[in-house]
């Protein structure tokens, strides 16, 4: 290819063929939904509910916490059976803290405000605000709030309001459904994103895979001469903000820098949608369109679902199994993690659940590095993954981020064409892992030898004070000479 | 299911070392089948001593390391024992390709830590190391009609075990030692080419030379097979040609009598195997394409200077080692630029003005 929409990549089988020719099935209620209370970038959420509470659908539950956070709310009518530590969607199988909601069946919801006409008629504060209370996070994986993401970006001059449906990541369809079922609803989003940011455009960025999404999405926006479909080439990881918003403006991203200091402000179609629905129905976030997928999958589809549905229920919605899958993730097969089990919890930014059979798998087995370049070639960020690995490896995280550590998007692409099958994702993760460790660890030290050293000053300062005070208080008794009424401390 | 920590990517382009090796020896079956058509059984011989023995060393090593013999699979040091036998002479004796393949294994390959450790090219090291130790059997070339139909087996075989010395009548040079001599004779350029050496001839590969080297055309064959598969890139065998044409067209414009022209030099002794399969080499060379440009000049500039004015008429050997030796500092140097990042690795500019005038939606 002789234009090149950014550095690097690779073409992975898509495998979307399994799921992207069926429409969006509704999963029913499950009996139990299991509620993280962070399933955001940032702090958990605080529960404002109790053991026993009946709710209805689209209460909230727990109000976002401090810094980064995110509310959640009731998926859907019930009582809250406990507030308890539950499997997290983790490869290491850790906990985190959920409301366990026992659905009554009814889905009777809360009162809301009625339809909002003209929410362009709000201001955009009141907009951001809301939806910030939806519970809104960045649904393509990074689960950014939505807010505090537009909020940040219309502090700069925001020119392009880039609305990604690139859905790189190969057996997702999800996204792709989603444009083409509700393409409408995406536009009225990205609308109201460019309004609530003022933002001067909007694109719309689909990959050339997705025929039947281009030609809805350019049906839904042509009637708004500032919004325009753009069909990127299908390279994975084109879905990743860095390299869509090359392929789309040509512009980098400063290292280190936020998609605003380019001028553009990016969100997923899922967000898009969700926005929508918060900002016209009042509806927060409490369900997702997420594909269920894999060799292992009896018929593999996209499902609406809501938040908190046990995996294992949404695989079984899909016929179930027709064997033992090898590998359970959420996620797709390039960036999504494994999960040890399928009592585990949909949450918000998960896009698709994969029940890999053994041979869609690879081999674990990894041979010395043969420094045939392939990684560095691959790489859409420019950086050089055998060196990194290198020196992770040897625990020399400085030399890591020499080699491009802190630059690494961690998009799978230099293992993706190891031929030593070298798990250099793992190796990044790990060594990202203890440089945050350390700074952190520096950072408590820091902190603990603050407080010491304040402490020996006021020590300090507060014996020097005493001696002084008695000093003086020694030369006023020689002045006066009256032992009387003195008094010691 | 256990549970189990296998970091993302969950998916493969299910490439493998060993499948990158057998690309890179299917690439050279052409020339190869061509070199043991025109020199006989005894390259044949040479071809199977040095393969074999190769594995062999390895498996040695292999064993003396503790490391499990399934390695020898990954097929590395077969393709190390290839490659170096077509750059042997083709009627050299058993030994040369013995020694050569212990030289390439144990001491290029081993003893730097194994695949991928080695900073020099395995079997340049060992050629270089044989032609510098036995310049004689290293220096003499059958003819290009000394194939099948003149030397039957028997023959073959005791040439192979070197109880025979090739017959005179089937001795050759190669063109770039015949320049060489003739140069020092005192000949012109022009007139030594114009007597000794056809193009034609040299493209398609009937000519004296090492076993796998004479055949320009099957080389390139084999060299975009190796682009197509993506498993070399274009910028070392583009980087070393074209600076060997220019440097080459340069000089013989300056001087014809004294330098050989653009044409000699591209199809003459190991050009094309060197640029498209020696200087490629994944472990020795740059891992970036900057670097991998820098190297491939390199390699064309150092081979130019040797076969014009060094000792020896052919340099591919000594410029791809002297390459290799600069290669981590290529590396280290040279390379790719960091997306968000200049060439110096300093964030870029933001081109959005911060806190500016709010654009109208």
Known sequence: MLFSPFRGGVHPDGFKELTSQKPILQAPIPEQLFIPLRQHAGNDALPIVSAGEKVLKGQLLARGGSGLSAPVHAPTSGHIREIKPVTAAHPSGMECNAIILIADGDDSPIERAPFMEDPFGMPPEVLSKKIADAGIVGMGGASFPAAVKIVAASKHRIETILINGGECEPYLTADDLLMRERAEKIVLGARLIRYTASARKISIAIEDNKKEAISAMQEACKSFDYISVVVVPSRYPMGSAKQMIQAVTGQEVPAGGRSSDVGVLMHNVATAYAIAECLTEHRPLISRIVTISGGAVACPQNVEALIGTPVGELIQCCGGTTEEPSRLLLGGPMMGQIISTDHVPLIKGVAGVLALKSKEIPSPSASPCIRCGRCVSACPMGLVPLEMANHSRQQDFEGAIDYGLSDCILCGSCAYVCPSHIPLVHYFQYAKDKISEQKSSQRHMDYVRGLSESKRIRLEKEASEKAAAKAAKASKRREKKTPLKVVED | ?361
């Open chain 2, 1 to 361: 299911m256990m549970p189990v920590i296998i970091s993302s990517p969950h998916a493969h382009d299910n490439s493998s070392v060993n499948r990158v090796m057998l690309h890179v020896c299917f690439a050279l079956t052409p020339c190869t089948v061509y070199g043991i058509y025109l020199f006989g059984f005894p390259a044949l011989n040479l071809f199977l001593v040095t393969c074999i023995s190769a594995i062999l060393w390895e498996s040695i090593c292999l064993k003396l390391l503790g490391t499990p013999q399934s390695r020898l699979r990954d097929n590395s040091a077969l393709l190390t024992g290839w490659l170096l036998a077509l750059t042997l002479p083709p009627w050299a004796p058993w030994w040369i390709g013995v020694g050569g393949s212990f030289i390439a294994i144990v001491i290029g390959k081993q003893l730097y830590g194994g695949l991928g450790q080695n900073v020099f090219n395995p079997a340049m090291l060992a050629r270089v190391a044989l032609l510098i130790s036995f310049p004689v059997q290293m220096t003499t070339w059958p003819g290009s009609g000394s194939g099948f139909s003149s030397i039957d087996f028997a023959q073959g075989l005791s040439i192979t075990l070197g109880q025979e010395a090739i017959p005179d009548g089937l001795t050759g040079a190669t063109s770039l030692g015949m320049l060489k001599t003739e140069l020092i004779a005192g000949t012109s350029a022009e007139q030594i080419i114009e007597n000794n050496f056809s193009l034609k001839d040299a493209f398609f590969g009937n000519t004296s030379g090492s076993l796998g080297e004479t055949s320009s055309l099957l080389i390139l064959a084999g060299g975009l097979w190796l682009l197509l598969m993506r498993i070399i890139s274009w910028h070392i065998p583009i980087a070393l040609l074209g600076l060997t044409a220019l440097l080459s067209t340069f000089f013989h414009w300056l001087d014809p009598a004294r330098y050989a022209d653009t044409g000699f030099h591209l199809v003459s002794g190991g050009m094309m195997l060197g640029a498209f399969f020696i200087a490629t080499d994944i472990v020795t060379s740059p891992s970036s394409k900057r670097g991998q440009l820098l190297f491939g000049a390199g390699c064309g500039a150092v081979d130019f200077s040797i076969r014009t004015w060094g000792g020896f008429p052919e340099g591919m050997g000594f410029a791809v080692l002297f390459m290799n030796a600069l290669t981590p500092l290529i590396d280290t140097y040279l390379r790719p630029r960091v997306y968000g990042r200049n060439f110096r690795g300093q964030s870029l500019k933001a081109t959005s003005s911060k806190n500016a005038e709010r654009g109208k939606p």
